[in-house]
DNA sequence: TCTATTGGGACAAAAAACGTCCAGCTAGAA
DNA sequence: TTCTAGCTGGACGTTTTTTGTCCCAATAGA
């Protein structure tokens, strides 16, 4: 933050929350457009009558234009968009943020976005496109891509773009289905990214809850073993994190698996691994999949997870992350793992 | 402007005003300090509420303290008046303005101040200040200073501050009383001027509306004629400029001079001439005091005149004006100027 | 052709801003 | 020392603005 904007703050404090309003506001319409009134002000978290004021505004700036089939932003729009970027990053501190949760989680990058994915659904959107934009840059080096499930996963999926389509980009599913709904599923996650980006997929169809003795012969059939050479050579890994408890329920866990996961205080999940509050392993849902060592060998790890409900899942996962891990968060998940440290800290 | 700064405009157009505003509260008390309320709002042309609630914005914002004397600017608030000084001039586009005058003026150079002192009268006293810095600015290579009279002139002196005493600094009154009443007098300024500097000051005593013959006579006298031999050696000249029919009423002229005045098509006044549209002189008071070409022999000639009702004086006096003159004016002066220009061309 | 969604209009209720006064205090003049 | 002008902070009825909430005609897309 630079002196003039300092004292432009101190003149104008209201400045500083109406800029973000407006800039998310702006942002989202750009996500998501065209979109109407009454979508946007659920989708933003806010209501109609202010969602209404700020558009009416965005439009005589003409940095959105309102037609009968929703709102859209103008090149002006984008224009401010981009000049403003790094400029409310820096205001609301992000930016210093980043380098303290690379310092905490011992991480090579973190990217956070403005707001809370759980008080404002768009927030998921942005942290999407966020994370499909590093992944974009990865492509180039990196081929064989691993990925797996859940609705943030999904979120990247959707803001997948690129250019030109790649034939030679080859998306892994890591996990098989895990119970999971099929739309989250890591088979279908892999098969949306293949689609986006013109390359190609391989899925793992593996029931759950196998008996050990028929998950034994499962794993020496070829096509079950093929997929896990492919793990081997995996360059890049890209997964959620999700809550312990969230998880296991979501996946319709026996009674006995719940009971290991609570007895074992896991936290986090993540590769169908759960870890407790110091990123030990309590459990792991016996079914194919990567292995977390193949995790470790890939060059380059993309973790995904916001919301202020993932802070202490985030943080437990990261006890024992890889190095090379990126992970892409929002304010509401950073800011609870900095409050949650700081806590710690005065113990 | 930066590209920054646009992009913030454009998704906050309302800041715009509301920094100029509370930009220009705290400037005039800082100017005033202490001040009360009341006397503020008098004084920045704004109501009582609405100086209460900005002035209670800026104590949050420890920008200013309020004291059973009135309020001053704390440091914090002297820096957010630094920071922002640049800048609000850029915003208001008074940095472009002052160009496009300088062309249109053909002088040296134009500084221009926010707002219009006709509707603020706080305003003048800014103009006062910045008069003041740039005739100190001055003072270091220019010691022989000749001073005209009126409240403009008053309001330079009022903000005259030098760190250390320059006992060379001597001060000349142009002119002699003109009419006017003793505060704004040429003389009075001059000793002001000296009083504030550490100077010396020569004033000028002669009866206004003098016999043809009387005055031959008096501009024989040693005293006078010092006077006279002086202003050949002015290196600096500070003076007013007004309006042609203002003037001529304050003076309290006889109904000829007035006639004179009226036919001639005059429409501004300084040092006792006056000039019609095109910069003809069309009229001069016949007393003692400093020479047209004796003011077009000094190096730097500095102008003060604000108020948009100075707009028509200003463009008349500058048609035949000295090259090295620098103007300082206000907003409202230097709008209507262009306005009344951009009108001619058209025509 | 039908349906879901859009922007714009409208309006009562709630909230905020505003104009205006007063009381009590204090610094500085007399 | 007393007096007075000018200060802040509190108060309150009156606008003015904002807010929540509906409806409606239009239209894009299935």
Same mark, same amino acid.
């Given at each position: 933050?630079?002196?003039?904007?300092?004292?432009?703050?101190?003149?104008?404090?209201?400045?500083?929350?109406?800029?973000?309003?407006?800039?998310?506001?702006?942002?989202?319409?750009?996500?998501?457009?065209?979109?109407?009134?009454?979508?946007?002000?659920?989708?933003?978290?806010?209501?109609?009558?202010?969602?209404?004021?700020?558009?009416?505004?965005?439009?005589?700036?003409?940095?959105?234009?309102?037609?009968?089939?929703?709102?859209?932003?103008?090149?002006?729009?984008?224009?401010?968009?981009?000049?403003?970027?790094?400029?409310?990053?820096?205001?609301?501190?992000?930016?210093?943020?980043?380098?303290?949760?690379?310092?905490?989680?011992?991480?090579?990058?973190?990217?956070?976005?403005?707001?809370?994915?759980?008080?404002?659904?768009?927030?998921?959107?942005?942290?999407?496109?966020?994370?499909?934009?590093?992944?974009?840059?990865?492509?180039?080096?990196?081929?064989?891509?691993?990925?797996?499930?859940?609705?943030?996963?999904?979120?990247?999926?959707?803001?997948?773009?690129?250019?030109?389509?790649?034939?030679?980009?080859?998306?892994?599913?890591?996990?098989?289905?895990?119970?999971?709904?099929? !739309?989250? /599923?890591?088979?279908?996650?892999?098969?949306?990214? &293949?689609?986006?980006? +013109? #390359? %190609?997929?391989?899925?793992?169809? *593996?029931?759950?809850?196998?008996?050990?003795?028929?998950?034994?012969?499962?794993?020496?059939?070829?096509?079950?073993?093929?997929?896990?050479?492919?793990?081997?050579?995996?360059?890049?890994?890209?997964?959620?994190?999700?809550?312990?408890?969230?998880?296991?329920?979501?996946?319709?866990?026996?009674?006995?698996?719940?009971?290991?996961?609570?007895?074992?205080?896991?936290?986090?999940?993540?590769?169908?691994?759960?870890?407790?509050?110091?990123?030990?392993?309590?459990?792991?849902?016996?079914?194919?999949?990567?292995? !977390?060592? /193949?995790?470790?060998?890939?060059?380059?790890?993309? &973790?995904?997870?916001? +919301? #202020? %409900?993932?802070?202490?899942?985030? *943080?437990?996962?990261?006890?024992?992350?890889?190095?090379?891990?990126?992970?892409?968060?929002?304010?509401?998940?950073?800011?609870?793992?900095?409050?949650?440290?700081?806590?710690?800290?005065?113990?």
């Amino acid at each position: 933050m630079d002196a003039l904007s300092d004292a432009q703050q101190k003149l104008m404090p209201e400045m500083s929350e109406l800029l973000k309003k407006r800039y998310q506001i702006l942002q989202t319409i750009n996500l998501e457009q065209p979109i109407g009134r009454r979508t946007l002000s659920e989708v933003a978290g806010a209501t109609e009558r202010e969602i209404r004021k700020e558009t009416d505004l965005l439009r005589n700036q003409q940095l959105i234009e309102m037609k009968t089939a929703g709102m859209t932003v103008t090149s002006q729009g984008l224009e401010v968009l981009e000049k403003l970027k790094v400029f409310v990053r820096e205001m609301s501190g992000l930016t210093d943020m980043e380098k303290q949760l690379q310092t905490i989680l011992k991480i090579s990058k973190v990217v956070i976005l403005p707001q809370d994915s759980d008080e404002i659904p768009a927030v998921k959107s942005h942290i999407g496109k966020e994370a499909a934009r590093l992944l974009e840059a990865l492509f180039i080096r990196h081929k064989k891509i691993a990925v797996t499930g859940g609705s943030t996963m999904a979120a990247i999926s959707k803001e997948l773009s690129i250019s030109k389509p790649d034939r030679a980009l080859q998306f892994i599913a890591a996990r098989g289905g895990l119970g999971e709904d099929v !739309l989250h /599923q890591a088979n279908t996650i892999a098969a949306a990214f &293949a689609e986006k980006t +013109g #390359g %190609s997929f391989k899925t793992l169809y *593996l029931p759950d809850h196998l008996s050990a003795e028929a998950f034994a012969m499962m794993m020496k059939e070829p096509v079950i073993k093929e997929m896990m050479d492919l793990y081997d050579q995996t360059d890049v890994v890209v997964h959620g994190i999700g809550n312990a408890e969230e998880m296991a329920v979501r996946r319709h866990s026996s009674l006995e698996e719940v009971e290991k996961i609570r007895s074992g205080g896991a936290v986090s999940e993540a590769f169908g691994y759960y870890f407790d509050k110091d990123g030990k392993i309590v459990y792991r849902i016996r079914t194919a999949g990567i292995q !977390l060592e /193949q995790v470790q060998k890939a060059s380059t790890i993309l &973790a995904v997870a916001g +919301g #202020g %409900s993932k802070a202490r899942a985030i *943080l437990s996962y990261f006890k024992n992350a890889p190095k090379p891990t990126v992970l892409v968060t929002d304010e509401g998940a950073a800011r609870k793992i900095l409050g949650l440290t700081k806590k710690l800290e005065e113990l």
